[in-house]
């Protein structure tokens, strides 16, 4: 099983870039995949997620109408659009998968049993 984070770069503060979340050997359809990220000294973060039955969203207030997250069960990828970058976005940002979703705790990332590599995002002018 094996996940793999794309789509990092450098964008400038009220730009946009994409993430994708690809998948190896298994199929994403059957699982939730979150997004998270760790800023340098600072704690991860959950960010958003989808889940696996319904296609349900859930998202942190900070990215709250500036991320979407999306699944194309075709492309076994997952994405995260991110539009209106802040400085404050910079970090490295991981994509995980969940078996099983608890909703509740989605933002856990305890709760994922496969990750990614990170891929870094730069906001900076």
């Known amino acids: 099983v094996q996940l793999q984070a794309s789509g990092g770069g450098l964008a400038q503060p009220g ?15 059957g699982y939730a995949i979150g997004w998270f990220r760790q800023a340098p000294g ?6 958003s997620c989808i889940s696996a039955v319904d296609d349900f969203t859930y998202y942190a207030d900070s990215v709250k109408g500036r991320f979407t997250i999306s699944r194309d069960n075709a492309e076994n990828t997952v994405y995260l659009q991110m539009n209106n970058l802040k400085p404050e ?10 078996r099983q979703l608890i909703r509740s705790s989605w933002y856990s990332g305890s709760n994922y049993d496969y990750w990614g590599q990170g891929t870094l995002v730069t906001v900076s002018s």
Do not use: N
């Open 15 to 29: 730009g946009s870039l994409r993430l994708s979340c690809a998948a190896s050997r298994f199929t994403l359809d």
């Open 42 to 47: 600072k704690e991860r973060e959950g960010l």
């Open 89 to 98: 976005d910079t970090a490295v940002y991981y994509c995980a998968a969940d």
